[in-house]
């Protein structure tokens, strides 16, 4: 393996570590107070920017589960949000 690849190799596996360490943290907050606060539609919005420069195909696909489920986590946040609103 040449120094570059090794380089990339590197990059991408803390590339894939910040990114996972970020969905974590939103995941977290979302499930513990029930409401995706701490910048977890920025975190959302990074992470699936990010996500495509991540080369590991397992790697990408691990987290993209992650941001399936904080999408899935803000999207029930969001709707809540609306019938909470529509009671008061």
């Not at 990339?8 to 596996?13: E, G, S």
């Not at 590991?56 to 941001?67: F, S, T, V």
């Amino acid at each position: 393996m040449t120094k570059l690849a090794e380089l990339r190799a590197k990059t991408d596996a803390e590339l894939a570590a910040l990114i996972g360490e970020h969905l974590d943290q939103a995941l977290y907050y979302a499930m513990k107070t029930g409401s995706p606060d701490h910048g977890a539609e920025e975190t959302f919005a990074q992470s699936r920017r990010l996500l495509s420069a991540v080369e590991d195909p397992r790697e990408r696909a691990r987290l993209q589960i992650k941001l399936d489920r904080l999408r899935h986590a803000l999207e029930q946040s969001s709707s809540q949000e609306v019938r909470a609103g529509a009671v008061l």
